[in-house]
């Protein structure tokens, strides 16, 4: 699993977020998208890595901005994750 962290321009309210939701959800195969305007990122975990470049010219189209991203592994954090 990977963790891919987005910095986006732009997003100014929770309808954003929406709008940046759905945008990554109907274009890659993710697990989970969580959008934050007061952050101003988008986090996807994804089982591959997400296709950049493209992923910008949509994010554009819909009228923000990707900054810069980071990707890095993923590892489920849950009640008893301290067990292992």
């Known amino acids: 699993m990977i963790q891919t962290t987005l910095k986006i321009d732009g997003?100014?309210?929770?309808?954003?977020?929406?709008?940046?939701n759905d945008v990554v959800?109907?274009?890659?195969?993710?697990?989970?998208v969580t959008s934050s305007a007061k952050d101003?990122?988008?986090?996807?975990?994804?089982?591959n890595e997400l296709?950049?470049?493209?992923l910008k010219k949509e994010i554009k189209?819909?009228?923000y901005e990707l900054v810069s991203y980071e990707s890095k592994?993923?590892?489920k954090k849950?009640?008893?994750g301290f067990l292992k």
């Open 11 to 20: 997003m100014m309210c929770g309808m954003c977020e929406a709008h940046m």
């Open 25 to 32: 959800r109907k274009n890659c195969q993710i697990k989970k």
């Open 40 to 47: 101003g990122e988008t986090v996807v975990i994804s089982e």
């Open 51 to 54: 296709d950049i470049p493209w």
């Open 61 to 63: 189209a819909i009228g």
């Open 73 to 75: 592994p993923y590892e």
């Open 78 to 80: 849950g009640l008893f």
